[in-house]
């Protein structure tokens, strides 16, 4: 009987401190959203130091820091001395992660190198220079899985939907994307068969894949950006940035 009436009290105070917390995040959430109305907030969360409150913002995800009346905003880094690490981008790195078995694998084509034992995604725009660059760098690497999602960009490649359906319909996807981005080659397909550019298109913004390429690995860790194949080897081998 003690013991059971010292678990519902240990309980209760868990759960009044788990409502207290929400109610200050809840609070914060209102002061920053009252000083800052076109900023968007996707979450708040309360640091267990410096009294701050973690506020990430906007469509890329941004963080800023704030005390609980939201009285000072802190924009940048925040280091761990005892561990020489840097807090703040490693929340970015988890924020941004995205687990690999919920990608809409088949909505991708892929390619197979070697065995094929390793895997990644890459978020590719037909039209973006920097995509095309890295496909050279893809063709360094050995032994993996590579899906390819397509991922136009209209704002900054008009064409690029069109194309990417275009390969996307076409009857060997992988060599109508190789042709296209190696040699320019236009696909010959119809543009107008079922494909899943629109959805991909859709799944990026809602997951702020903001550009390209965007590169996902098997542990859900996210790359914005061009990376040279001896940084996509040392994420493919599980090892972390230097």
């Known amino acids: 009987m003690v013991f059971r009436m010292l678990s519902l009290v240990c ?4 759960l009044c401190a788990a409502c207290m917390a929400d109610a200050n995040e809840n609070a ?10 076109d900023m968007p907030v996707q979450s708040v969360t309360r640091l267990p130091y410096l009294g701050l409150y973690e506020i990430v913002v906007g469509e890329d995800g941004d963080i800023l820091y704030a005390d609980e009346k939201v009285e000072y905003l802190v924009d940048g880094n925040i280091i761990s001395t005892a561990k020489m690490s ?12 995205v687990p690999f078995d919920d990608l809409p694998l088949d909505l991708a084509f892929k390619r197979v190198k070697g065995k094929g034992e390793r895997k990644m995604a890459v978020f590719s725009d037909p039209d973006c220079p920097w995509c095309r ?23 900054l490649h008009p064409g690029a939907p069109e194309i990417s359906k275009k390969i996307w ?18 696909p010959m397909a119809d543009a107008n068969c079922p494909n899943p550019v629109d959805k991909l298109v859709d799944y990026g913004r809602k997951k702020r894949v903001n550009g390209t390429p965007a590169l996902v690995f ?3 860790e996210r790359v914005g950006g061009y990376i040279p194949a001896a940084e996509i080897e040392k994420r493919l081998s599980g090892r972390k940035e230097d």
């Open 133 to 155: 660059k890295l496909e050279g760098e893809l063709a360094k690497l050995d032994n993996v899985t590579i899906y390819m999602f397509l991922y136009p960009i209209e704002s």
């Open 11 to 14: 309980g209760a105070a868990l």
């Open 218 to 220: 098997a542990n859900g």
């Open 86 to 97: 840097n807090l703040t981008s490693e929340r970015k790195r988890k924020l941004s992660s």
């Open 28 to 37: 914060v959430r209102k002061a920053f959203a009252a000083k800052f109305p």
């Open 169 to 186: 319909c076409s009857p060997d996807r992988l060599k109508a994307w190789d042709d296209y981005m190696n040699r320019k080659v236009v």
